[in-house]
């Protein structure tokens, strides 16, 4: 599929997954040039911090608590947590997500209620 999406030229394509090495191992042609193979690995602590929008200083203070063996102040784990938190849960109306699971449940019992009342 990305084959013929990247014929175009117009966009670059990134495709990971567990199974991906086993689909391009049946692929039977595979175009020169086409795939580049990128091995990637977790980041550690610092770098997810930096990848956070976390400057050196905070990350050197949080270091050096570390190395001393020294827990953050309870305002600056707060605030980190917050930081992290909001970088980290979607911006999504959950209300309207909740109002809707709900609506489809009623009217799947509705529809179960008629059914059962149709059989009797």
């Known amino acids: ?3 013929f999406l990247k014929q175009g030229d117009r966009f ?11 689909a391009l ?8 040039g086409s795939i580049e193979t990128e091995h990637m690995y977790p980041l550690d602590f610092e770098e997810f911090l ?21 827990g953050l102040d309870e305002p ?8 992290l938190f909001k970088n980290d849960v979607p ?6 997500v909740y109002e ?12 179960e209620r008629k059914r059962d009342c149709a059989v009797q």
């Open 25 to 32: 191992a049946k692929t039977s042609s595979i175009p020169i």
């Open 12 to 22: 670059t394509y990134i495709a990971s997954g567990s199974l991906l090495g086993i």
């Open 100 to 111: 809707t699971v709900v609506a489809q449940q009623l009217a799947q019992n509705e529809r």
């Open 76 to 83: 600056m784990h707060a605030q980190m947590m917050m930081d």
């Open 91 to 96: 911006s999504i109306n959950l209300g309207a």
């Open 50 to 70: 930096w990848a956070n929008g976390f400057n050196e200083f905070s990350v050197q203070g949080i270091r050096n608590r570390f190395l001393s063996k020294a």
């Open 1 to 3: 599929m990305l084959k």
